[in-house]
């Protein structure tokens, strides 16, 4: 029984030592320990969910480079088969152009000899006509050097007329 | 294979350790309890164990170091009365061990005021049946415990707490805070957020953690069986129940409206249980004034009974020896493997009363601040 009896005394005593360790505890001890404590935890909470964050914005990151690639792959593409197009293009119109110069040409050449040629003909021609006449005015006065020869011949070509 | 050998040593030195806290345990038992016993009328040495243990559970007004030979050393600690308007202040030497009055003043030797300071006749022996309240305010040995343990608690955390104002915050914890960190944490975690959920946690983290380390120290202290130890504090009704009014009154001091409400109009019940006769406002009143009273009853008894358990062995030896001194000789060893044991489950029971009475005081506190009417 005695055992179960408080004590005035020791409760004064108890009430004033408990009360005094709790206020000065609670400004000189946990005050600070605390504050470290939950600032810590604090910055690492953030420091995680900034981990999470920028995991996060890599993959996003990682899914915008393959798209970007497959972009820039596709583009790439169109613009080379519209380059060789392009160039085939130019190339066939190139062609084009020349046969069409060296048609244009060898039309101007052909006009070109046509009338060298005519020239040629006419020189030949005149050339032809005077000599012939030299031949002929020299073959006539040969001929007419021999009379009975040449009545004969008439003779001839009457007999041959007469005949027909 | 290092570690092992150390472990070893370690294992070995815990022993060792124990062992003599046991041993010590055992000391001031010995020769001055059995010497007083006897009586002065020449009866043949008996031990008396039930006499025994209640004083060494008791409050006192001395401090009983040890003895040497015949001679007690003790610590005489001041007596501070109040009687009829009048102090008196004297040091205990003055009641020679409970043996003599001094100024009309004696301590009981029996009857619910035992081992307390009580008005006595003319004779100096009989407690005067018409006197009036002594009030006793003596610095008594559980009051020095008190004083020693707050000095201690202070002493420790204000220098933790001077290590951590300024320090760098990702820095490993060294020394004192490396061993008293995870300690904090739990109380945070297993205990305050656990009980009163992580909102409203904050408020009482400083009572929380006062109290828990405040039993967990003294309970390791009355293990420690000399000076400054060995007082049994937290085994103490009177300490036991300022605790309990502390966490009586952090309670309602932060009970917020809703507390109030379900204690004296508890919403979603018939209004026949609350008028005209208050039915249930009076079983809830008394459901929070039982809270603190098995708090208060829990620690106490707990602390108590492990010290009896623990003086009760030890006494074993003596009880034995009185009989027949081989067969006292024969039983020590056995005490000691027992004492051995005892005193590690006794630092278990240390932290667990901490823990369960901080527990239950975040229990309280929680359901004083309820989210709303539910």
């Known amino acids: ?164 | 294979m290092q570690r092992s050998k150390s472990l070893t040593y370690k294992a070995l030195f815990t022993l060792v350790l124990t062992a003599l806290i046991c041993i010590g345990c055992s000391l001031p038992l010995s020769a001055a309890d059995t010497i007083k016993s006897t009586g002065s009328n020449g009866e043949p040495p008996s031990f008396n164990a039930r006499k025994v243990i209640v004083d060494h559970v008791l409050d006192s007004y001395e401090w009983h170091l040890f003895d040497i030979g015949d001679r007690e050393f003790s610590i005489h600690l001041p007596v501070i009365l109040f009687y009829e308007g009048r102090l008196s202040i004297f040091s205990s030497r003055r009641f020679d061990h409970g043996y003599s009055a001094y100024k009309g003043f004696r301590v009981a030797t029996d009857g619910p005021k035992k081992g307390r300071a009580i008005r006595v006749l003319e004779d100096g022996v009989t407690p005067d049946p018409h006197a009036s309240a002594v009030y006793d305010f003596s610095i008594t040995k559980n009051v020095v415990a008190v004083f020693v343990a707050s000095a201690l608690l202070c002493l420790l955390f204000v220098s933790i707490g001077k290590r951590y104002r300024g320090a760098d915050i990702y820095a490993t914890p060294k020394g004192l805070p490396l061993f008293f960190e995870p300690l904090i944490l739990f109380v945070r975690d297993q205990i305050a957020i656990l009980a009163i959920g992580p909102e409203k946690y904050k408020q009482f983290m400083p009572y929380l953690l006062t109290v828990f380390f405040f039993i967990f120290l003294n309970n390791l202290l009355g293990l420690v069986p000399f000076f400054p130890g060995g007082a049994n504090v937290t085994g103490n009704i009177s300490v036991t129940f300022v605790l309990a009014m502390f966490t009586f009154g952090t309670t309602h001091w932060y009970a917020n409206k809703t507390y109030w409400k379900h204690m004296f109009n508890m919403p979603g019940v018939p209004m026949f249980l609350k008028f005209p006769v208050p039915i249930l406002p009076v079983i809830e009143i008394a459901g929070a004034l039982i809270k603190p009273f098995v708090l208060m009853i829990r620690l106490f008894a707990n602390i108590t009974a492990g010290h009896m358990v623990i003086l009760s062995l030890t006494s074993l030896v003596f009880v034995l020896g009185s009989v027949s001194i081989l067969l006292g000789y024969a039983i020590s060893p056995i005490t000691v493997v027992f004492l051995i044991f005892l005193n590690f489950l006794k630092i278990l029971v240390a932290f667990l009363q901490a823990y369960i009475f901080t527990l239950f005081s975040a229990f309280f506190f929680g359901m004083a601040v309820p989210k709303a009417d539910h």
């Open chain 1, 1 to 164: 029984m005695e055992l179960l009896m408080p004590g005035l005394g020791l409760i004064f005593w108890m009430t004033v030592s408990f009360g005094f360790v709790l206020l000065i505890l609670k400004k000189y001890a946990w005050k600070p320990i605390l504050n470290v404590l939950n600032q810590r935890e604090k910055k690492l909470a953030k420091a995680f969910s900034d981990a999470k964050r920028i995991e996060y914005e890599m993959s996003q990151l990682a899914v915008l480079k393959t798209d970007k690639v497959a972009e820039a792959e596709k583009l790439y593409e169109e613009i080379t088969e519209k380059a060789h197009a392009e160039g085939e293009r130019i190339i066939e119109s190139a062609k084009e152009k020349a046969r069409e110069e060296a048609r244009i040409i060898s039309e101007k050449t052909d006009e070109m000899i046509n009338k060298y040629k005519k020239e040629a003909m006419m020189e030949i021609r005149s050339q032809l006509s005077a000599l012939s006449l030299d031949i002929a005015e020299k073959v006539l006065n040969e001929e007419f050097s021999d009379r009975e020869r040449n009545t004969r011949y008439i003779h001839k070509l009457l007999e041959e007329v007469a005949a027909n």
